[in-house]
């Protein structure tokens, strides 16, 4: 909660992909909210009553995975939304005729996007969600110390400096600093 405060605020890119990690912390620990309190809660050098609002915030995201039914897969409609929005103001930067270098490094990032969606199965996935799951299929691969072949990081490079230009915009279209002519 702390952390996902934090990164909303600071970098929406990062925020979306700790969420789907603690998503999947959550099913990693089987919903059990006496393991996450173990395992999760108790490490943060936190006051017991900042431990106990991380607490009820796990619980609620939990209620929120279960209602939704993302308990295997998927994600919360909370973390949706973050794609949604972020796809509107994506729209919103191409049409702009001052975003130029926004175009310019959709253009370098797209042949990636539809390399990974031609393998994802013919699954039908928004370009932007397509980025995140790459990121973080290279993070998972990452933390488990697995080889990461030389076009997949060239790829992952691209994806991540697109995604990093497109958090600063959204920032600044938070912060009202953003004026777009459509």
Known sequence: MIIAQRKRTENIAE?????WQVEDLIRANRFDMDVIRRTVIARYDQPEEVKEEIARWYEELIGMMRGEGVV???H???NKNVILTLTELHLRLLRSPEEMIYGAAYDKTLPYIVHLRSKSGGEDIAELETCFTAIYG???LKMQQKEISADTMEGIKQISSFLALLSEKYRADRNGELELKE
């Open 15 to 19: 925020y979306l992909l700790y969420m």
């Open 72 to 74: 295997e897969k998927g």
């Open 76 to 78: 919360i409609q909370l």
């Open 138 to 140: 290279y993070l998972m």
